[in-house]
């Protein structure tokens, strides 16, 4: 279940996975869950944060990274440790049904992060990886896409999305009222 907009666990700051978690069952049957997530909704990626649970982890789609190891696309701990150049994004987030969003970031991220074993890694993502790791790291700081914004734009820009998800689901819950009428 995919935690939305505005549940307080999408401004936590992300725990560790620690080291007696790692290669655990828990954390095998966590990633797979968050796998499918990804997979049920087309997803670039998914965090912890977005299933309600505040840890240090994101799932990449397959399109978004290959590392060679058995556990491709899990990304424990995450740390950015260099960044380069910019790139425009227009991002949309599954704890924002319908909400997309231009912004900039880095071009190219230098990523250090644990595998699902405790080994460390580092990976430079570019271009659309670079956006997503980004987005998703963003995530386990408690930021959202939205946040380069002013505070007073940001505010509007929320407060418009939420008319329009209610007015949506106001004229879903209607449909098969009006669907009914055999007058
Ligand atoms: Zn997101």
Request: aromatic share 6%.
């Amino acid at each position: 279940m995919i935690v939305q907009w505005p549940n307080k666990v999408l401004r936590m700051k992300c725990e560790d996975v620690l080291e007696d978690e790692f290669g655990s069952d828990d954390l095998l049957n966590f990633l797979d869950m968050l796998g499918s997530i990804i997979a049920e909704n087309g997803a670039a990626g998914v965090s912890a944060p977005q299933v309600g649970v505040p840890k240090n982890i994101v799932i990449l789609g397959k399109n978004v990274i290959t590392l060679d190891s058995d556990h491709l696309f899990a990304i424990l701990n995450p740390r950015i440790v260099g960044s380069k150049d910019t790139i425009l994004t227009n991002e949309g987030c599954l704890s924002f049904p319908g909400l997309m969003h231009e912004r900039e970031r880095a071009k190219t991220v230098v990523v250090e992060f644990n595998d699902i074993d405790g080994a460390s890694r580092i990976h430079t993502f570019e271009g659309y990886g670079a956006i997503v790791i980004q987005h998703e790291i963003d995530h386990l700081n408690g930021k959202i896409m939205v946040d380069d914004l002013s505070p007073v734009a940001k505010k509007m820009k929320l407060k418009k999305w939420i008319k329009e998800a209610e007015k949506e689901a106001f004229q879903e819950s209607i449909k098969p009222i009006k669907e009914g009428v055999q007058l």
